[in-house]
């Protein structure tokens, strides 16, 4: 790690202040405050700053000194981190001549947000590999002008043509297209029409997508914000994430970041959290949620909130919680068994054209789900499974099956007829299965259709259990077993423990048990949350009052709407008298508990982006770079989560992660 001559200097005096040489090379050197003996002044300073590894700390040393050191160090660590970052972008991308990242961008304040009217995200933070990737000028944030069109193609029209080709992901050829042509043409009636250019419907469309930015980066400062780090692997074989914030106001979607090189490199994933965090605002951040369960990760974000003295929280998706959850049940011997045959019977019909000519006319939902999550689209097609099975006896016992070729010769046919129809053993199997995992995928409904989501998740994850129990009876041990382990290690909060309490259709009803996972959880809220935006000893002791149902919280309406209103909407208009715990409640209830696979986003426009077709100039990759921030922005501003993932209706295919239910792997 290398230093300035006045880094160096200023090391000197704080040497001769904490420590002295003990012999001529200076390679070692005591404490002055216990006396012990270190390996050079490096190790001092970790020895009086408590920082544990290569050496233990000192129990002499002031608090003030230690706190001053252990900043110092936290400082110069993000800043190395930041510089070998900088070094590996140019030892592995060639420089194209773009401008160059300026120090003062690298290294703003921690706890502000970059709220430039003229810059956001996508355009001025710096990439993580390529600076030509992530630096654009500051002319291309500047408002643009309105989509210059001939006069036969009205604005409006003009404007309607630009988002539809945008959001749905067509490249700029489209336009040039003879028949696209004619389409609009003859829409807008007048033969002969004059396009708009790419370019200009970009423009128009930036602006607009970059104005609800600015709107949504004010609701961050009000009610706070969850930032959403979507991880995934591509088909390319390479890793990325997308950075997503969620506040009560919407979703949007920042840019998306190859992190191939970076995804097992502590350093640099703790970097490129430093930077999301900064751009997004620390004191704005309430939680950040990922689904990486990674070491790297865990690692990273434990720097992460040391630096940022735990302000905010870090949380793992609720969604692929419940999915690795779901993994770990499909694991077992006996359930191993049902899947196999429920597969058996799927592929049968899902690959041959008579069989998935009568499922349309016996069975009318669709068996398969569509769900983005694997293991949560396996049991909600057994459960169809299940469900179907009267149909499907019917299908097989049908004239049109005993006229076919199928009765009269196939083995398979005869093997699949047999379990549909006479494997009794394997129903009630497939039948005990649901009785299980049915109460999880319920926690991701419940989830979906709660506007304040925060406040249910650790009800419903305990209505759960009790549904478990019930359905299996004394039998529901190993289940509850798993279920607190993934509870316990992946994905409880403190968060989740305080919307809980701090949902009054809960807190005020008789289900609401107290205990210490509760009463730590909201207490850990309160006090980390609280640094900039209230008072935390006046919101606990507002806590009081709520608790106790004082004032206005016991008012008729208050009382009234408790169920009749959201969570969010109730403090607003019942808590204007705890005027701390209302802040710490609404930024609290107003944050989500799942990530971006409910919005069931095609990634494959930043696959495109990050692959090199793009990277060919400067210029392509820019107009690239905002071609997908607006287009996943116009697809966030119209999509409604849903665990189901889009009808094959609107998808147009049957599922994107079941490819083994349709036919076995090769």
């Known amino acids: ?71 110092s160090l936290e400082d110069r660590k993000k800043d190395w981190m930041l510089r070998r970052m900088n070094k590996l972008k ?37 990439d993580l590999m390529d600076p030509v990737k992530m630096e654009t000028t500051k002319a291309s944030c500047e408002s643009k002008p309105l ?30 297209s003879s028949s696209f042509k004619k389409m609009i043409s003859v829409l807008v009636n007048v033969p002969g029409v004059a396009m708009p250019t790419y370019e200009s419907i970009l423009q128009e469309q930036l602006r607009e997508t970059e104005n609800r930015e600015r709107e949504l980066r004010q609701e961050w400062r009000r009610s706070g914000c969850s930032v959403i780090l979507d991880s995934w692997k591509g088909q390319c074989g390479k890793s990325f994430i997308s950075v997503l914030v969620y506040c009560s106001k919407g979703m949007i979607f920042l840019r998306s970041m190859d992190v191939s ?34 070491p790297y990760m865990q690692t990273a974000r434990h720097y992460v909130l040391k630096y940022y003295d735990h302000v905010f929280f870090f949380a793992l998706c609720a969604d692929h919680c419940i999915n690795f959850l779901l993994e770990k049940i499909a694991a077992s011997k006996d359930v191993c068994e049902v899947l196999r045959k429920a597969k058996a019977i799927t592929r049968f019909i899902y690959s041959r054209a008579l069989p998935m000519e009568l499922k ?41 099956w005993d006229s076919s070729v199928w009765a009269a010769s196939s083995d398979l046919f005869r093997h699949i007829s047999g379990i549909v129809k006479t494997d009794d053993a394997f ?34 994850m305990d209505r759960a259990k009790e549904n478990i129990k019930r359905n299996l009876g004394d039998k529901h041990g190993e289940y509850w077993a798993l279920v607190d382990r993934i509870w316990d290690v992946y994905l409880h909060s403190p968060l989740h ?29 309160i006090v980390q ?25 016991d008012s008729d309406p208050a009382n009234q709407q408790v169920m009749g209103i959201p969570q969010v909407e109730w403090w607003s208009t019942h808590g204007a008298r705890t005027p701390d715990l209302q802040t710490v409640a609404k930024r609290i209830l107003s944050q989500t508990c799942f990530g971006a696979t409910r919005y069931n986003i095609d990634r494959s426009i930043s696959e495109k982006l990050h692959v090199g077709r793009w990277n060919k100039t400067a210029a392509e990759h820019q107009r690239f770079c905002q071609m997908e921030y607006v287009h996943y922005n116009l697809v966030l501003a119209r999509a409604t989560p849903h665990i189901h993932g889009p009808s094959v209706v609107q998808h147009g295919r049957l599922t994107m992660v079941l490819d083994d239910w349709i036919a076995a792997p090769k």
């Open 529 to 553: 949350l609280g640094q900039v935006h209230y008072n935390p000893r006046k919101a606990a002791a507002q806590l009081e009052v709520y608790q106790q149902r004082l004032g206005s919280f």
């Open 261 to 294: 090189a970076i995804i097992e490199d502590v350093d640099l994933l703790t970097a490129m959290l430093f930077r999301v965090v900064d751009d997004v605002g620390a004191h704005n951040i309430v939680q950040i949620v990922t689904n990486d369960v990674s």
């Open 427 to 460: 129903w009630r199997a497939a039948a005990d299965v649901v009785k299980v995992t049915n109460p999880l995928l319920s926690v991701l409904y419940k989830l979906e259709s709660d506007i304040c989501p925060m406040g249910i998740l650790y009800d419903a």
């Open 147 to 176: 989509v210059k069109t001939e006069d036969h193609l009205d604005f409006s029209a003009a404007k309607s043509i630009g988002r539809f080709i945008l959001e749905a992901g067509f490249e700029p050829g489209v336009l040039h």
């Open 1 to 71: 790690m290398g230093y300035s001559v006045q880094d160096r200097q200023t090391r000197n005096r704080e040497k001769e202040r904490h420590g002295k040489n003990i012999d001529e090379k200076g390679l070692k050197v005591s404490c002055n405050y216990c006396g012990k003996v270190v390996q050079g002044y490096n190790r001092l300073e970790h020895h009086l700053a408590g920082i544990r590894g290569n050496v233990s700390p000192c129990d002499l040393v002031p608090e003030s000194v230690g706190a001053s050191l252990r900043s």
């Open 497 to 525: 423990a305080a919307g809980h309490m701090l949902n009054p259709r809960i807190f005020y009803s008789d289900r609401f048990r107290h205990d210490t996972e509760i009463s730590s959880g909201i207490t850990a809220c």
């Open 360 to 400: 349309g006319r016996y069975i009318q939902e669709e068996i398969l789900s569509s769900s983005c999550l694997k293991y949560v689209a396996v049991f909600i097609t057994l459960e169809r499974l299940v469900s179907a099975r009267v149909n499907l006896v019917n299908m097989f016992n049908s004239p049109a």
């Open 90 to 126: 140019h030892d592995v991308v060639p420089s194209t001549g773009s401008p160059a990242i300026t120090s003062t961008e690298v290294q703003q304040s921690h706890l502000q947000p970059n709220m430039s009217s003229k810059h956001c995200f996508l355009q001025c933070t710096p």
